[in-house]
């Protein structure tokens, strides 16, 4: 079933599943997902935390890592996301002040220029020294284990990929009888989550640099992941609550061009590709699965699995497109020497670059309006009842 209409009436199941919320990558997009988060804080009536198992990826690891810390107050967890994403500035992110701007230019230019001998390449395309920063400031990795210890979360997974094995590694702390995995690209691997593995989860390849854990390097978690889902359903959930970045039907270089895409168009629909479409073909996926369970019920290893699917009703490259006055003047240069045309309405590339105060803000509402016009699905979803659709929210997708 692709991102529609659809809403829920609860219909009671027979036990509480054990519900997980997956946190999909998408930079600067990410916000959408706080939004949704913010509206879920007045949606659901429990102080406790609604998600027994939490699994993010790239950016979505970030926030991930701040609910699994705060699920004894996962309302002050929520409360901590938005303050930041609603005051963000790139400068919070990576360097775009001109002196490192052009440092970095002058360096990329005599690498090439001497074949890497007067200089090695850089290691990546922006500096993100203050990301680094701020994630240490506002993110103590030592609580996820006291959640665990304490009871208030079965499990929490960081998705990176490893850049000497090619396979999308989940490293994930949770309770004693969870197990490692391993599948055909794919493993699960126990691990005490670190600063380390929030900074591999979000090194885009190409524009952050690759970070070692252990004796590999890894990059963005959402590299070479073919079954996003799938941590969520290994660590024992039954239903997965997913927040994507993807409007439906968004998917193309832009809307009604028919010129050369630039190189700046082909890195966002590159970055595009990376986030969201393993998601729609796992969901694809889960779907089938769903459907050969309920014609075999009595097939072992399997067991059905519930999703439920929040995206932004609004494209938000058209959301960006409406804030490039706001980004720092040396991001649009970059934006210019890459081609990405940021005055274009739809533009991709400057949709998960962005991370500006106006821009975030109004994704972070988009997100709160999308969530709150579905409250009827989530409430149920979170609740464990069965979910039917009907054509009355737009951005939810339900399969059950």
Not at 28 to 41: E, F
Not at 153 to 174: E, H, I, N, P
Not at 288 to 301: D, F, I, K, Y
Request: net charge positive; proline share 7%; hydrophobic share 45%.
């Amino acid at each position: 079933m692709g991102p529609g209409s659809a809403s829920a009436v609860p219909v009671r199941s027979r036990r509480r599943p054990v519900v997980a919320l997956v946190l999909t990558g998408g930079g600067a997009r990410a916000a959408y997902q706080v939004g949704v988060l913010r509206a879920l804080t007045e949606i659901l009536p429990r102080a406790r935390n609604p998600f027994q198992v939490i699994v993010g990826t790239s950016a979505g690891a970030v926030a991930a890592s701040v609910l699994a810390a705060e699920a004894h107050a996962w309302r002050q967890g929520v409360a901590g996301l938005v303050r930041v994403w609603s005051n963000f500035r790139t400068p919070q992110v990576f360097y775009v002040d001109a002196p490192h701007m052009v440092r970095a230019g002058l360096h990329w230019i005599l690498a090439l220029a001497s074949g890497g001998l007067l200089l090695s390449p850089p290691k990546s395309l922006l500096e993100t020294a203050p990301l680094n920063a701020l994630l240490a400031r506002e993110i103590d990795c030592s609580g996820i284990r006291r959640s665990i210890a304490r009871g208030h979360l079965r499990a929490c997974a960081l998705c990176a990929t490893s850049y000497a094995s090619g396979q999308s590694v989940a490293f994930f702390d949770g309770v004693p009888e969870l197990s490692e995995w391993r599948r055909a690209q794919h493993v699960g691997r126990r691990s005490e989550l670190s600063q380390a593995t929030i900074r591999a989860s979000v090194a885009i390849p190409l524009l952050f640099a690759p970070v070692k854990l252990g004796q590999e390097y890894f990059g963005d978690g959402s590299m070479r992941q073919l079954n996003p889902l799938g941590p969520a359903v290994q660590l024992g959930a039954d239903r997965l609550l997913i927040l994507g970045v993807r409007s439906p039907g968004d998917g193309g270089v832009a809307a009604v061009r028919t010129s050369m895409p630039t190189p700046g168009d082909v890195l966002g629909f590159m970055l595009d590709t990376l986030f969201t479409d393993q998601l729609d073909g796992d969901l694809e996926r889960i779907e089938r699965s769903n459907e050969l369970v309920r014609a075999a019920p009595q097939a072992p290893g399997l067991r059905p699995i519930d999703t439920l699917l929040i995206s932004p009703s609004v494209d938000p490259s058209e959301i960006a497109a409406r804030h490039v006055s706001d980004m720092p003047g040396g991001l649009r240069a970059l934006l210019r020497v890459l081609g990405g045309r940021p005055e274009l309405p739809g533009h991709q590339l400057t949709s998960y670059l962005a991370f500006e105060a106006p821009y975030t803000r109004a994704l972070i509402q988009l997100g709160y309006r999308d969530a709150m016009r579905a409250r009827t699905a989530l409430r149920a979803f979170v609740a464990g009842e069965r979910l039917q659709a009907t054509p009355d929210a737009a951005g939810v997708t339900p399969i059950t």
